[in-house]
């Protein structure tokens, strides 16, 4: 059974920055794309930013493109997410989870986590 533990969220201004990880186990974490995802208050739940299992390829929704870095450290079984000038429409609750692609939009897996909460003041 695959456990996703997100990390790093906080309150911060617009303009700043944060640093988001999800740990990965029970899985063999390296054999897997990963991806991040979001959900505002009232909105259904979005993709963020995806990688492939090497960490080489990525993809990044527009609405966070120039801004927003994924990567992931297989010996550590972690994927991060870099967010900087961070805008208050970026407040929402940060998952990660498996994707089937690169390109993919949603999640493959239902392993969804607490997620982390991100809010970023105006």
């Known amino acids: 059974q695959l456990q996703l533990v997100e990390s790093g969220g906080g309150l911060v201004q617009a303009g700043g920055s944060l640093r988001l990880s999800c740990a990965a186990s029970?899985?063999?974490?390296?054999?897997?794309?990963m991806g991040w995802f979001r959900q505002a208050p009232g909105k259904e739940r979005q993709f963020v930013a995806t990688?492939?299992?090497?960490?080489?390829?990525?993809s990044y929704a527009d609405s966070v493109k120039g801004r927003f870095t994924i990567s992931r450290d297989n010996a550590k079984n972690t994927v991060y997410l870099q967010m900087n000038d961070l805008k208050p429409e970026d407040t929402a609750v940060y998952y990660c989870?498996?994707?089937?692609?690169?390109?993919?939009?949603?999640?493959?897996?239902?392993?969804w986590g607490q997620g982390t909460q991100v809010t970023v003041s105006s």
């Open positions: 989870n498996l994707v089937s692609s690169v390109g993919a939009t949603m999640a493959s897996g239902n392993y």
């Open positions: 029970g899985r063999t974490f390296r054999g897997y794309h």
């Open positions: 990688i492939d299992r090497s960490g080489v390829i990525t």
